[in-house]
Each structure stands twice: as C-alpha cells, then as structure tokens.
C-alpha cells in the first residue's frame, strides 16, 4: 500500500524526544531520506520503504527533520 512522506525542518526538540541519527538509518531509508530533502515535497513510497521509518520521528540529517506520513 502506498504511503506519502515528508519531512519538515525542526527548531526546538523536547527533551522527552527521541532523536535518530542518520547513520541509524537503513539504506533504503537513507535513500528515501535524501530524496525527500532534495524534493522539498511529499513523495509516495511503498509501504516497506515507509516501514523504515516512525511517524513523527525526529532524524540528524543536515537539520534536525520531522518524519510526516
């Protein structure tokens, strides 16, 4: 099943946020992740692909970036 993700910047985590370090990430998520930043936009990815990634979740790529699914 298709799922849309996008990423938004954060300026301020909460210190009951879990942070994932890009380096955490899978190799397909870390392709994903970089799609994301470069498209500056929602893109559709397959539901195994979303599965390497948490709503809501917080990763260190360049900036701190917010998961949207």
Do not use: W
């Not at 890009?22 to 970089?34: C, E, F, G, S, V």
């Not at 195994?48 to 979740?57: L, P, S, Y």
């Amino acid at each position: 099943m298709p799922c849309e993700l996008a990423v938004e910047p954060v300026s301020t985590i909460h210190c009951d946020k879990q942070v994932r370090d890009y380096d955490q990430l899978n190799p397909t998520a870390k392709q994903t992740l970089a799609e994301l930043t470069a498209e500056e936009s929602e893109i559709v990815v397959s539901s195994q692909i979303a599965a390497g990634f948490t709503r809501n979740e917080i990763i260190n790529y360049t900036d701190y970036l917010r998961i949207k699914m």
